[in-house]
């Protein structure tokens, strides 16, 4: 055999081996893809739903969205599916399609816990207070012994000024379960916007025991230790609201305040900048810089006063 026979045979081998590296897998992940589609196909409006919250709940809100949508086209009076798109809309701040697809779901059951719940927490993000006030009414009315609809009531008399209201009402979310971080957060500031930071501050301690994690918590105790005096302890747990989550001016704003009392005004400086790089014209953290400016003017006047009466004093 000639040696460019042989690499004939050899190439040809080779090209067909090449083929079907590149070939075969694709047909099979083609064919897994179609099989997968008529899985989906033949899977009833429930199968769906259960795959679509599956997707939900680990924050696959877009493929949560297509299997609530799937499971409407095969049942558009679907329940599940309703509240469903509800949810995902809500999380994805898409407020007008969120309050549709849940009025949809309580024109079915007028009793829905979920789709009142989910209505409610809309019209709150919206500061519709007044319609979300009616909606957790309604909720405590069909489920009093149900705690989180206590809570969202409990946060729209708050919002909306009224935190004597409110206080009331987390109370009786409490009395249902005292283990409840959000109901013992929102108690404490309905106790801080009150006036009384005494009780405040042992309410949001309890919020931040049940809740280690959450910033908001943290945020309030700290505001809470600032009105107090307290302005280390006030750094501390600001610096801690502020590790859970950075995208939240709040906690930066008071660990600014709290760094000011202490007349450390360079790192009061920088959290003031902070507040502004996530909301460029907060008004507090504006009137901070100038404060810092006027203060640092002081201080350097009162210096320049000691150093020309300190050496008369000491001659005398």
């Known amino acids: 055999m000639k040696i460019s026979e042989m690499f004939g045979i050899l190439g040809k081998k080779l090209f067909f081996l090449l083929l079907s590296l590149l070939v075969i897998p694709n047909l099979c992940f083609a064919v897994a893809v179609a099989e997968e589609e ?10 769906l ?32 599916a309703l509240i469903g798109l509800g949810w995902t809309f809500l999380d994805l701040q898409r407020y007008g399609d969120a309050e549709s697809f849940f009025l ?4 079915q059951d007028s009793r829905s816990l979920d789709a009142l719940l989910g209505l409610g927490w809309v019209y709150f993000d919206l500061g519709r207070y007044e319609d979300g006030i009616r909606i957790f009414t309604r ?30 009402i987390f109370e009786k979310g409490l009395a249902l379960d005292d283990r409840d971080g959000d109901l ?7 106790l801080y916007d009150g006036g009384n930071y005494g009780k405040a ?18 945020n309030g105790l700290g505001w809470t230790l600032l009105e107090l005096g307290y302005y280390a302890e006030a750094e501390k747990i600001f610096s801690r609201a502020h590790e859970r989550d950075p995208s939240l001016w709040d906690p930066l704003l008071g ?42 003017k002081q201080e350097g006047k009162a210096r320049k006063s000691f150093h020309k009466v300190g050496p008369l004093l000491e001659e005398e």
Do not use: I
């Not at 949809?104 to 024109?107: G, I, T």
């Open 38 to 47: 008529v899985a989906v196909y033949h899977f009833s409006p429930e199968d």
């Open 201 to 218: 501050l042992e309410a949001f301690r309890k919020a931040v025991e049940r809740c280690p994690g959450d910033p908001y918590p943290l």
């Open 104 to 107: 949809r779901a309580l024109d």
């Open 139 to 168: 909720l405590t009315e069909a489920y009093p012994a149900f705690p989180r609809a206590w809570s969202g009531l409990g946060w729209c008399f708050l919002e909306k000024g009224n935190p004597w209201e409110a206080r009331k």
């Open 184 to 190: 013992w957060n929102g108690f404490g500031w309905s």
């Open 255 to 296: 660990l600014a305040l709290a760094l000011e009392e202490q007349r450390r005004y360079d790192a009061a400086e920088r959290a003031y900048r902070e507040v502004l790089s996530l909301s460029p014209d907060h008004a507090e953290a504006l009137e901070g810089l100038q404060r810092l400016s006027l203060l640092r």
């Open 49 to 80: 739903c259960r795959l679509g919250w599956a997707h939900y709940d680990e924050g696959g809100y877009m493929l949560g969205e297509d299997l609530f949508r799937q499971a409407l086209a095969k049942d558009p009076r679907c329940l599940d």
